[in-house]
């Protein structure tokens, strides 16, 4: 079973926005660093975003500082993803994470114990 589940993505133009959505599956993570990740076609998963368990923390990769915003209900076990501003470059499936510890390393895809599945995003121009 996929511990996180993500929802949210699909096709939008350029200039458009996107908001995905992240819930557990089978268990909760209200405790624990979330973050978003992405992964175009021939690359590597990079890191978008990441959010300490009370929001005290939040850590934007440059490419997307002021067009996205992450954030979280604890209440819901839930993190968003703001995507506004959309570009062709942001095209690529986009996977929800999350870890019981957090450190300084929150921007390597090996820093996190849980994934989702991922959801495609894609910018047309």
């Known amino acids: 079973q ?3 589940v ?7 133009q350029a200039g458009g926005s996107l908001r995905l959505s992240c819930a557990p599956s089978g268990r909760t993570f209200t405790n624990y660093i979330k973050a978003w ?4 076609p021939g690359k590597e998963r990079e890191f978008v975003a990441a959010i ?3 929001s005290d923390s939040i850590y934007y990769a440059d490419s997307v500082k002021g067009r996205f915003t992450i ?4 209440a819901k076990n839930t ?8 570009k062709p470059e942001d095209t690529a499936v986009y996977y929800c994470a999350a870890d019981r510890d957090y450190t ?5 895809t090996q820093a996190y114990d ?8 894609t910018v047309s121009s």
């Open 37 to 40: 990740f992405r992964q175009a």
């Open 79 to 86: 993190v968003y993803l703001q995507m506004n501003s959309l």
């Open 104 to 108: 300084t390393s929150y921007y390597y």
């Open 6 to 12: 993500e929802s949210g993505g699909g096709l939008v």
């Open 52 to 54: 300490t368990w009370n």
């Open 2 to 4: 996929v511990p996180l």
């Open 114 to 121: 849980y994934w989702g599945q991922g959801t495609q995003v």
């Open 71 to 74: 954030s979280r209900d604890n």
